[in-house]
């Protein structure tokens, strides 16, 4: 075998039954079906005369935030939304992710100031399918790493 590494020791793999999504004051999301935490670089370009390779040097980051929530089991979100739109002031919320290991350890990210970016699903209905909202956030404060997996 050429990549004894290959084959993953499945005890070690994870689900989405392993990760959870948690509100500022630690509260399960239960209602949210999937999350995704992205992070974009932008690097700046840069050629020195007599050097015929581009390089690249760190410029900056954003990062986004975007779930899947269950309609019929919470409003918090919608209201709060709604809020907004009205009152045209802004709404900033607090997310943790977190993924629990199989032997008591977690990895926990915190997103701070998530504010509304991009669509948000008002209403998403088809035939069959449980009612979701699909919701885009900007992440306004870089993301805090407060525990790793341990193995």
Known sequence: MWNPRGPVDARRVFTGKDGLFFNESGIILATTETYQVQLN????????????QEHEAFQSYSVSLNFTEVV?????????????????QGTMWTFQGVLKGRNGSEERMIYRDCVPSGNVDLQNISVGDLIKRQWSMFVNRPPELQNLLSY
């Open 41 to 52: 670089v932008t690097n700046a370009k840069y050629q020195p005369l007599g050097d015929a």
């Open 72 to 88: 019929v089991e919470d409003n918090a979100f919608i209201q709060e939304l709604f809020n907004m739109l009205h009152s045209g």
